[in-house]
């Protein structure tokens, strides 16, 4: 059934490859606890104990305030094919934001997604895997084009006006820092 691992294996790093959709949760220790989907081609295994993640705009900000107060951050990935599993990957988190001096390096890793806001450097200390044998079969139809089309109609001064507005608190009412505001509005 289960098996743990202090890196990824890469027998896991090619299941992650293959996934469509993953989930992340973060909290502090006083928080709600988020769990966010995610998808859109925004996962890079870097190595077997770094992955990076991009955070696209979106109608909260969870993650990025919760890693303000504590880095502590889990990926799950599950199976929805023929062979069932779940992978998680369990680690310490760093923000890297648009105006930082490593974004563009960093950034060069996924394909250009309007609304982009973070980047997420995440060093994995734990890998955990489980059977996913009560996970049901599901076939992949696609992404949904959806986010990228309101983000692109948008424009860039359109997503920092969405940002001030729906993404500088947390649902706990913790100010957010994202590039490109001014941190005492945000």
């Avoid at 988020?34 to 993640?53: A, C, E, Q, T, Y």
């Amino acid at each position: 059934m289960g098996e743990k691992y202090t890196s990824i294996p890469e027998k896991q790093i090619q299941f992650i490859a293959k996934q469509q959709v993953y989930f992340v949760g973060t909290a502090t220790s006083d928080s709600r606890v988020n769990i966010s989907p995610k998808g859109m081609d925004s996962f890079r295994v870097l190595s077997p104990n770094r992955v990076l993640w991009l955070n696209v705009t979106g109608s909260g900000n969870e993650s990025a305030a919760h890693l303000q107060q504590n880095n502590r951050m889990t990926i799950m990935f599950c199976s929805f094919e023929k062979v069932p599993l779940i992978l998680r990957l369990y680690g310490k988190a760093r923000t890297i934001l648009t105006s930082d001096d490593d974004w563009d390096e960093y950034y060069g890793h996924f394909e250009p997604l309007a609304g982009a806001r973070q980047i997420f450097d995440v060093s994995v200390d734990l890998v955990h895997t489980s059977c996913g044998y009560g996970v049901p079969l599901y076939d992949f139809v696609g992404q949904r084009p959806t986010l990228n089309k309101w983000a692109e109609k948008k424009g860039e001064q359109g997503i920092k006006d969405y940002w001030q507005e729906k993404n500088s608190l947390s649902l706990d009412d913790e100010p957010i820092i994202i590039a490109g505001l001014d941190s005492e509005q945000a």
